[in-house]
Nanobody, 123 residues
Framework: QVQLVESGGGFVQPGGSLQLSCTAF????????MAWFRQFPGKGREFVAA??????YYKDSVKGRFTISRDNAKNTVYLQMNYLEPEDTAVYYC??????????????????WGQGTQVTVSS
């Protein structure tokens, strides 16, 4: 049984940083496309970042601020978020799937999801 367990969300002031973690059970993170999505209230999930093979992919608005990384030994994927803005406030989800590169940004291609972790950026 596959399970993705997220942690690291919380409250931070604008300009601050948070690191989200996603530990996988039942699959190995280096064998899947691993991604972070986020969801705003009343909206669908939007792509934030993905790691596939040795490459990373980002939503334009988070480039230079967010970094996705992977620790194979810990079977964990991270999302380091710096220079956070109030517009980054959302529930963040980890996802895993056998996804081709051109489809990494589409949530329907991911078979497994974490429970979500709230990130709130406010002064």
């Amino acid at each position: 049984q596959v399970q993705l367990v997220e942690s690291g969300g919380g409250f931070v002031q604008p300009g601050g940083s948070l690191q989200l973690s996603c530990t996988a059970f039942g699959l190995t993170v280096n064998g899947y496309g691993m991604a972070w999505f986020r969801q705003f209230p009343g909206k669908g999930r939007e792509f934030v970042a993905a790691f596939k093979g040795g490459s990373t992919y980002y939503k334009d608005s988070v480039k230079g601020r967010f970094t996705i990384s992977r620790d194979n030994a810990k079977n964990t994927v991270y999302l380091q978020m710096n220079y956070l803005e109030p517009e980054d406030t959302a529930v963040y989800y980890c996802a895993a799937g056998r996804v081709i590169t051109s489809s990494l940004r589409f949530e329907s291609n991911y078979a497994y999801w974490g429970q979500g972790t709230q990130v709130t950026v406010s002064s």
